[in-house]
Each structure stands twice: as C-alpha cells, then as structure tokens.
C-alpha cells in the first residue's frame, strides 16, 4: 500500500477517490480491517479527502472488529464535513456495535442525536437497542421499546423475535418464548432455524427436553429445517437417555448433516456416563476419521471417563496422545488422577505409572 501512496503513477494514472474506496472495501471484505483502517490514515496523511463512502466502508469496518470508539470519532467527523452528513445506516451500524459491547447507554445517546437530527429509526436500529437492553435483563425498557416500534408502524422482524426468545430462554422462561414464538407468526413473521433452537434450547436447560422435542416437530411440520446445532440442542438435552440421543446423532447423515465438535463432545460424554468406554473411545477415532478433529473437551472427556471407571492404562495411552499433540490436560482430570493417587483401592503398580506420568515435560508445567 505504501508503494501504491509514494509512486502513485508507477501503473499509467494518477488514483482518485474512487481507487482508493475501491481498495479500502476489498480490505474490508476480506476481514482485513486493520489493514483497512492503516491505510485509510496513510492516505488521509497524504491529503486525501476521503468521501462519504470512504467513511462509511470505515465505520462498519469497525463496528465489525468491536471497535465502537473509533467508529464514533469518525461519525462525529462525518457530522462536521459538508456533504459526508451520516444517515440511518451509520448511525444505526454504530449503534448495533454499541448494543453488542452492552455501552448501552452510550447506545441510546446517540439514537437520541440521531432523532434530533430528524432522522427516523426503523427495525434495525431498533433490534438492535432491544438487543442491548435484553443483555442487561431490562425487560420493562425491552417492552417500551417495543410498544414504541408498534407505534412508529415499525414491524418487529425475525430477528427482533430471535433476539427476545434467546433472552427469555435465556431466564430459564422457555414458555414465553414459545410464547413469542407464536406471536411472531400470527403476525406474518416466520421464524426461523435461530429462533426454534433458541426454544428448544430453553427447554432443555429447564430439564423439559420431551417439550424441546416438541418444539423439534413443530418446526419441521412447518417447513423449517433444523441444523446440526438443533439436533445438538436435542441430543445434549437426551444426556439422560442414551439411547434416544444415540438415534439423533445416528439419522444426522439422513438428513444431509454432518456433526460437529460439538456434536461428537455431547455423544462422547453421553457413552462415558453410561460406561460405554468402548463406544466412546471408538467415537473419538471416527471423529478424526471424520475429518473433525477433537478439540480440548474431547480428550478429556473420555480420560476421566476411564479413570473414573478403571481405566488408568487406556487414560494414560489417551493422556500420552494428548501430551504429544500439546493437548491442554483439564484440572478436573488433574484432581482424579490425585484422587487416585491416594486411593487406597488402587493397585500400586496403576499408581506408579499414574505418578510417572506426572514426571512429564508438558504435564508437570
């Protein structure tokens, strides 16, 4: 880029504005905001006067890494420059990054600038600060904010339905988010895989997985087809009953699905609490067979399965394999293999190789 600002003829023309916004979008659209940003002050540095877009692709640039700050210094700049004057889109992108770092406050400032400048809200901008003010549990403000919408003729979209859902799930209240649910399509919104997974999602955290599953049916009668995170949903909720979860996981490539981590994590879980170590260790090497590699959890998923159960040379090959793949041990697995350690009912020579698996590099670190 640096070439590109000092030798700007080096290809035949001179670049203008529409070069340079050209370059700062493709940065953007490969997620390379800092290199967006690095640029944007070289050329601003050069005495490039950026335009309205150049300013724009910037702000949601940063508000896509988190960076509301910088992203308000640049509004407030637009604001002063004739001509680069910020409409709903910027203020409401800044007030979204606003909302999802929970500076709500600061988030219902500038809205209320943005009304003063007569600019009108519509869904987004108004999703957005329902979104922040369900972070914080503020119902009574949710509910305001809401009625308001109605009484703009905003309609709420399935996003808005989504986000209050996962909110009210998220507050163990997964019968008022049916609640909603029910709302939203009488009102010609139809929700969608996000929103029945947040329902169902509800229900399992409450121990109400048959009406999760329930929740599974009625989403697929009405035409919405789960995703491998509904039938993680579901099968995380079946921990209980093996055997129902095992024909979850199982009919996934029926339905052109492929399980994830996740997935595989529930299931190896699920195998070590019913003692099937057998079928749990053979569901780590499919996973790798798969093509999924095993993450943290699922190595030591299945380690304190086999501790917990007699298993101490099967542990220790897992704990070996994961030292030599640098694989964090979890403390939970540290302190059985101290209780171990100290159990009277283990034979001696488990306990020696229990300790010398203690002398290792990566371990004893």
């Keep these: 880029m640096t070439l590109f600002l000092e030798y700007p003829c080096f290809i035949g023309y001179e670049p203008d504005t529409v070069t340079f916004n050209t370059l700062i979008k493709g940065l953007c659209v490969n997620a390379n905001i800092a290199s967006a940003v690095k640029f944007f002050d070289e050329i601003v540095e050069k005495g490039f006067q950026p335009n309205f877009i150049t300013y724009s692709t910037i702000i949601n640039g940063l508000c896509k890494i988190g960076n509301s700050s910088a992203a308000i210094l640049l509004l407030r700049k637009m604001e002063k420059l004739e001509g680069c004057e910020p409409r709903l889109v910027e203020y409401s992108t800044v007030i979204d990054s606003l909302c999802k770092d929970k500076l709500v406050t600061e988030a219902f ?8 400048k007569g600019i009108s809200p519509d869904v987004v901008t108004y999703t957005s600060l329902i979104q922040g003010v369900c972070s914080l549990g503020k119902w009574k403000e949710t509910i305001r904010l809401l009625n308001e919408m109605v009484g703009k003729n905003i309609s709420p979209n399935v996003q808005t339905f989504s986000i209050l859902v ?3 799930c998220n507050e163990g209240k997964a019968k008022e988010a049916q609640d909603v649910v029910e709302l939203t399509i009488q009102r010609g919104v139809v929700p969608n895989v ?5 329902v169902m999602d509800g229900y399992c955290l409450c121990g109400q997985v048959d009406e ?10 009405r035409g919405c087809a789960p995703n491998v995170i509904t039938y993680n949903i579901l099968i995380n909720g079946y921990s209980g009953k093996l055997d129902d979860a095992r024909k979850l996981y199982l009919s996934l490539s029926s339905k052109g699905l492929k399980p994830n981590v996740r997935t595989y994590n529930i299931m ?6 019913g003692r099937l170590l057998d079928e749990a260790s053979e569901l780590l090497m499919k996973m790798e067979e798969e093509g999924c590699s ?10 304190q399965g086999f501790l917990e159960n007699n298993g101490i040379q099967k542990a220790l090959q897992l704990l070996h394999l994961m030292d030599d793949r640098a694989v964090s041990v979890d403390p939970c697995t540290v302190t ?3 209780n171990l350690l100290f159990d009277d009912g283990l034979d ?5 190789m229990l300790r010398a698996f203690f002398g290792t590099a990566s371990f004893s670190k």
Aim: hydrophobic share 45%; aromatic share 12%.
């Design 194 to 198: 996000v929103t029945y997974n947040a």
């Design 336 to 338: 059985l293999i101290v």
């Design 348 to 352: 001696n020579s488990s306990k020696e």
């Design 294 to 303: 095993p993450d943290f959890y699922s190595y030591n998923i299945l380690v």
């Design 268 to 273: 190896i879980n699920g195998l070590c609490k």
């Design 166 to 168: 996962d909110a009210l």
């Design 212 to 221: 999760a599953r329930k929740i599974f049916d009625v989403m697929v009668s």
């Design 109 to 116: 400032k500038l809205f209320s600038k943005m009304i003063g």
